[in-house]
């Protein structure tokens, strides 16, 4: 349910983030100057993991799928903190 929220919040921020850098000074913005692309590149990796922790599943290795959630995990709540941080 997360990743999903946030996957809907991502363009919605990358616009808000051109309206302020158009609005305001560089130095007012860019403390967030790239933190979309952070946000979608932790996106990207949290399917990719998710990905592998199902293939995991399928043949049998639970441990190595725990790892692979925990990373997905990691990697949404990253992508929470850049998408915040706009």
């Given amino acids: 349910a997360r990743f999903r929220e946030l996957a809907a ?3 919605a921020t ?3 983030l051109t309206a302020l850098t158009d609005r305001y000074a560089p130095s007012a913005t860019e403390h967030a100057t ?3 692309e952070q946000a979608k590149d ?3 990796f949290a399917t990719a993991r998710l990905n592998q922790a199902r293939q995991a599943i399928d ?3 639970a441990p190595a799928a725990v ?3 925990r990373a997905a ?3 949404v709540a990253q992508a ?4 915040d941080g706009v």
């Avoid at 929470?80 to 998408?83: C, E, I, Q, S």
């Fill in 67 to 69: 790892a692979h959630l």
């Fill in 9 to 11: 919040r991502t363009p």
């Fill in 14 to 16: 990358e616009t808000r």
């Fill in 59 to 61: 043949s049998g290795g």
């Fill in 34 to 36: 790239g933190d979309v």
């Fill in 42 to 44: 932790r996106l990207v």
């Fill in 73 to 75: 995990e990691g990697a």
């Fill in 80 to 83: 929470a903190v850049f998408l």
